[in-house]
């Protein structure tokens, strides 16, 4: 009910301007105590992890992890933060997000603009949740694509001990020649790459960590069985389905949905879901997958579910939707 008074003075604003608002308004009100919303308990365990309900808030919304603690009171199940570079960097020009509410669909062509791995890893020390956080872990722009490896093992090493997952992104649109590491040799190596360090880490920490991968939703049937071969064969934990889409399908006559950058909200939610099943069916079960993509209401999220979602999570729909979009889901979700 709150959300549906705010939102028409949020949408006046610029939306990198509503975003940094919004947030910053939450973690006063969390201050406050005067958030918190209930929602019910539906534990699921995924990757050896017992998740307190199975919906999670995505990656993008708290880059820096500057706002976990108020973030947690919304009642998600867990919550992951980034992506995050080695170094700090700016991102890409202003303006850079882009709503476009006649679809229910946001541009953003962000460029993992963040404060650096230290900082969060600072963010995370000082914050009080206990509960499941993920990491989401990039490059930075201006490393090349063929060293992408050394940037992934940083964020790696630094974030082991802080994170209850870790994810691995290789899927963003706005860094040039990213998403080339989601095929062939590039793919191959870098997760044995990375698996055998998660392995000496969990060695010399003394707990494990899963490793995660999230992928775009602009796929081939070929790149779902490569990918799913190569994360079979790796041994990763889980698999992240999916990122933004370059796809403009839904939104190609309206204002600003030419803008560069990736789609997200409800025009990509089939694309995504159909993605997801694709790989649930190319995975037989051998790899847990966390659903995300378009989900504006409850009902979506069971959709996610009955593709072969263990998780779900949630992003897009939370500007369009409010905070009452994670109890909906949840208890669709536990209604099934």
Do not use: W
């Amino acid at each position: 009910m709150l959300y549906s008074l705010a939102r028409p003075l949020l949408f006046s604003l610029a939306p990198e301007r509503a975003h940094e608002l919004t947030l910053s308004l939450l973690k006063s009100a969390h201050a406050m105590g005067m958030m918190r919303q209930h929602v019910a308990a539906k534990p699921v365990t995924c990757m050896g992890i017992e998740f307190p309900n199975p919906v999670g808030l995505a990656a993008g919304l708290d880059k820096n992890g500057a706002y976990i603690d108020a973030l947690a009171a919304l009642g998600f199940g867990f919550i992951e933060i980034g992506t995050i570079t080695p170094r700090p960097q700016a991102g890409n020009p202003k303006p850079r997000l882009f709503r476009l509410p006649q679809a229910q669909a946001i541009i953003n062509r962000m460029g993992f603009n963040n404060d650096g791995v230290d900082q969060l890893i600072e963010n995370v020390k000082a914050s009080k949740f206990k509960g499941v956080l993920g990491i989401n872990i990039g490059k930075n722009a201006d490393t090349p694509v063929e060293n992408a490896v050394d940037d992934y093992l940083i964020c790696l090493e630094k974030v082991y001990n802080y994170a209850s997952y870790i994810t691995v992104n290789i899927s963003s649109p706005n860094t040039k020649n990213l998403r080339s590491l989601q095929s062939g040799d590039a793919l191959t190596d870098l997760l044995v790459t990375l698996k055998k360090r998660q392995l000496e880490l969990a060695d010399e920490h003394q707990h494990y960590v899963p490793l995660v991968l999230k992928v775009a939703p602009d796929l081939t049937p070929e790149d779902i069985s490569f990918i799913s071969q190569q994360l079979i064969t790796n041994k990763i934990d889980g698999l992240i389905v999916t990122n933004t889409t370059l796809s403009r399908e839904g939104v190609e006559n309206l204002p600003q949905g030419d803008e560069a950058g990736g789609l997200s909200g409800a025009p990509v939610f089939e694309k995504s879901t159909a993605c997801l099943s694709a790989f649930a069916q190319a995975l037989n079960g051998q790899v847990p997958l966390i659903g995300v993509g378009g989900i504006l209401a409850g009902e979506q999220a069971l959709v996610k579910q009955n593709a072969g979602a263990t998780l779900v999570q949630v992003y897009s729909g939370l500007i369009y939707t409010g905070p009452k979009l994670v109890k909906d889901c949840v208890d669709a979700m536990l209604a099934k």
